[in-house]
C-alpha cells in the first residue's frame, strides 16, 4: 500500500511548514517512528517520524520548500495493508509522454521567506546538457532580504534553463528542468495549492474577461532583443505589441527590460503618461542611451551608463524606504578606548593562537551595546502602527559590506546568551558567510538592533541610516591616537590616548534625545570602564 506522508500541522494558527532535511533518500527503508525529515514552521522546528515500515518510495518536496499544511511531502510503500488517509489533492501532477530517460523534475523558485514573492537570478552554474548531483549549486539568486545558491534537488541532466541571468521570477515557478535518469519519463509540471495563483502573470492586474479582450501572439522571435518570457506574457495580457515594447526603456543588465520596467511602464500607459510607438523619437533615443555604455548629453558632456545590479538596487529601495519611515536624529560621543585597546594589543596573538579569530573592538562594543540594550529595553523595539513592539529577544546585526558594491546586515540571534569569545565568533562567522554567499533566511531576518562599523574604512563618525524595522543603529568610528586632557585628582595634564567616536541614529518617533543620550552615554561609559576579566 502507498501512505502518503503530509506536512502536519504543529499549530492552530499554523498554515505551512519548510522541509529543513530529509534523513532518509527515495528507495531506503525507513521503520515506524524512525525520523524521516524535519521541518520548521513560524512557531517551531520538529522532527517528524514515519507512520508506517516500507520503502521511501517518493519525496515530492525538497529541502528549503514551504508547502501549506496537508501537502504530501512524501510517499511510503509499505509490505502490508495500511490505514493511511485518502491522498489530498493539494497537489497536482499533470503527467505527459516522453522518452525514456526518467522524470522532468522541475526547480521551482524557492521561497526564502513569508514575505518574498519572486526571485532575481544572478548565475547559472550549469549549462543545459551537463550533469549535475543532487545538492550541488545550480544556480544562484537574490531577494529582497537575501542572496543565496539553490542546489539540486535530484541526479540528473539539465535538461532546460527556463530564465536568464536578471530575470525577476516568482516564487514557486520552474526556472529549470532536470532529466533524471533510469525508467519512463513523464513531465512534472507541480501546481500547489498555495502557488496556483502565481503565475507568469504575477504582479499583472487581471482582465475581467480575457476572452474579450485580443491579446497579441509575440516571441523573441518577433525581435532581435531578448526579453524573458515573464515580460513577454505582461506584454502578451496588456496587449502591448512587439514593436511598443521595443520602446520601453530597460533597467537590466545590457539595458534588458525587466519585469519592473515593463510594469512601470503598464502603470504610466494607463495613466496617459506612456507615449504610443513611435509618437516621438526622444523615447527611442533614450531607450538607445539606456542600453549604450557611452552616452553624451546635449552640452557634450560623455558619461558611462552603468546599470544597477540586482543588490545595489534592493539597498537603494531600502535606504529610501528608512528614510521615508523613521525620524532620524543622530547623537554623537568621544569614547577613551584605552582598557579594550590595551586588552586586545597584549592577547591578539594569543587568541588568534588558541581560539582560531581574531580579536577586534567589535565583540567589546557589541558586549557594551548588549548591556545597554537591557538596560534601556525600549531601544529593542519597534513601532508598528500605534503599538510598541518590544522584542524580548537582543539579535544584533552586524553591517558588512559585500564587494564590490553592496551591504547586507546579518544578525546574531539571541545576542545576549553569548560571552565576548562567543560574539567574536559569531562576529567572524557571520561576516565571512555574508562575503561568500553562505547566508540562509534566518541569518537576515529579526534582527532588534543594529552595528556598522564604517571606522574600518578609515572613516571618524557618520550618520548611518537605521535598519528597518529597528529603531536605532550604532555607527563605529576609527581608533585613532589623539591628545586628550586628562584630569587627575584635579591635575589636568596631555595624554595620547585611543579615542573613537560612537554615533546613535534613532527613530524620533519612539525614541527622544533623552533616552537616546542616556543609551549612547552608557555604551561609553561601559567601554571606558571595560572588566577585562570576564574575557
Known sequence: MRVNIIMPQMGESITEGTIIKWHKKKGEKVHKDEIIYEISTDKVDTEIPSPEEGVLADIKVFEQETVVVGTVVAVIETNGESAAEPEVEIKKEIPSTRQVGGELID???????????????????????????????????????????????????????????????????????????????????????????????????????????????????????????????????????????????????????????????????????????????????????????????????????????????????????SRDTSVHVTAVLEVDMSIVHNFIEKNRDYYLAKEEFKLTYMPFISYAVIKALREFPLMNSSVDGNSILMKRNINLGIAVAVEPNGLIVPNIKNADEKNIRGLAKSIADIGLRARTKKLVMEDIVDGTFSITNYGVFGSLFGTPIINQPEVGILGVGAVTKKPVVVDNNGLESIAIKPMMYLSLSHDHRLVDGMLGGKFLKFVKETLENFDTAIV
Open 107 to 321: 526547480v521551482p523558485m524557492p521561497k526564502m521567506g513569508e514575505s518574498i514573492m519572486e526571485g532575481t537570478i544572478l548565475k547559472w552554474h550549469k549549462n543545459v546538457g551537463d550533469k549535475v548531483s543532487r545538492d550541488e549549486i545550480i544556480l544562484e539568486i537574490s531577494t529582497d532580504k537575501v542572496d543565496t545558491e539553490v542546489p539540486s534537488p535530484v541526479d540528473g541532466i539539465m535538461k532546460e534553463i527556463l530564465f536568464s541571468v536578471n530575470d525577476i521570477v516568482p516564487v514557486g515557478v520552474a526556472v529549470a528542468k532536470i532529466s533524471t535518469t533510469g525508467g519512463t519519463a513523464k513531465e512534472k509540471s507541480v501546481l500547489k495549492a498555495e502557488e496556483a495563483v502565481i503565475s507568469p502573470d504575477a504582479g499583472v492586474e487581471k482582465k475581467k474577461d480575457k476572452s474579450t479582450f485580443p491579446l497579441p501572439n509575440i516571441s523573441n522571435e518577433d525581435s532581435n532583443i531578448f526579453y524573458s518570457p515573464l515580460v513577454l506574457n505582461i506584454a502578451r495580457v496588456e496587449g502591448i505589441s512587439m514593436s511598443e515594447l521595443e520602446t520601453v526603456i530597460g533597467t537590466g543588465t545590457g539595458g534588458r527590460v525587466t519585469k519592473n520596467d515593463i510594469l512601470k511602464y503598464v502603470g504610466k500607459r494607463k495613466a496617459g503618461k506612456a507615449s504610443s510607438p513611435g509618437a516621438n523619437i526622444q523615447s527611442g533615443e533614450q531607450n538607445i542611451a539606456a542600453k549604450s555604455e557611452i552616452v553624451k548629453s546635449s552640452s557634450g558632456q560623455v558619461s558611462e551608463v552603468i546599470p544597477m545590479d540586482n543588490i545595489r538596487q534592493r539597498i537603494m529601495t531600502h535606504m529610501v524606504n
